[in-house]
């Protein structure tokens, strides 16, 4: 940790998996008491969780670009090109302070800070949450001082189109202070699950949750079979009624299944946790990991390069989680293991311990600590 206050300036958008890691470490910035600033698109989720955060906020007008229209590449340059002499600009004149140290956490919008940024001389880093590197990355990857991974996949093709001298270092995906403080205690209390009980959360993530609701509604009766098993399912904002609706549950059912679009409280509920059935998101791996929780990951099959499943190898190689490909999981294996790990506290125990032994709470920290070494 260093004495010297630093300004920070962070780009991070589009998608929660971007932003909340990128929220994570501006947490574990502002509390050693450095400045963070931070750029996106105002009409995008980072527009609105970034000043909920209390950070401050800079707009970065930037268009993507289609690959199958290829003529959509040429205004895109022209308003990235744009967007960056406007930062350059606006660093030396004072109307945004000027950082010491830049950070993209992966999205298109990162170009104009990082272009900037390079261009004033100052230190450059990244951070790739997933693994399979996004094209924004391996454009920025030459300008970088600093790589960091969130999952350890991404190391060789990060390497390709790193400079020489850039320095590439598995930090893990940092997760929100908001998450690392769950409670066991509060989280049952609020779903009103007894402390003895046995409870299973699922959650699909953003990038689908359909078959896993269908596989669910198919297990109904014999997981309710077991005795003391509350589950709580989150089935995504788009799948709620569906899932309902083939659910059915009576209304002695719905007292030990509870069903929700989405979960607010995150911390607090995968913490009550005893066994978790996920996509496997970056974040949400990264999520799981921190506090610990036995996990069952089923990888959404459409990601790009099917990085869920690489990203579900943090923890299946420790020993913390087990893994089915979403087309396994209509088939018997599936169940019986679902069943065993729900009746096998000590199995549950084992997987707990090798998830603690990742230390991924501690990610935030190291990369603000890495951050800290390039200022």
Known sequence: MTDKKLTVAIAAGGTAGHVNPALALADALRDRGHEVHFFGETRRLE?????????????IHVTGFDRQRPWTLVPALVRLAKEERRLVREFKNGSIPMPDVAIGFG??????????????????????????????????????SLIAMGQPGAEDVLRSHAGANTRIEFTGNPVRTSVLNGNRAQGRAALGIPEDATMLLVFGGSLGAKHLNERLATLKDELLGVEGLHVVHSTGKGGYEDACAALNLT??????????????????????????LSRAGASSVAEIAALAVPAVLVP?????????TTNARLLTDAGAAVVFADADIDDDDFKQELMDLLQNPARRAAMHEAARGLAQDKAADRLADLLEGLA
Request: contains cysteine.
């Open 300 to 308: 959404y099959p459409f990601a790009t390069a099917d990085h869920q």
């Open 251 to 276: 209304e002695d059912e719905a007292k030990r299944w509870r069903v929700c679009d989405y979960i607010d409280n995150m911390g607090d509920v995968l913490s009550a946790a005893d066994l978790v």
């Open 47 to 59: 527009g609105t969780l970034v000043p909920q955060a209390g950070f401050p906020f800079h707009p």
């Open 107 to 144: 999205a298109y919008l990162e170009l104009p800070l990082v272009r900037a940024a390079a261009k004033l001389g100052i230190p450059v880093a990244l951070h790739e949450q997933n693994s399979v590197s996004g094209l924004a990355n391996k454009q920025s990857a030459k300008l970088a």
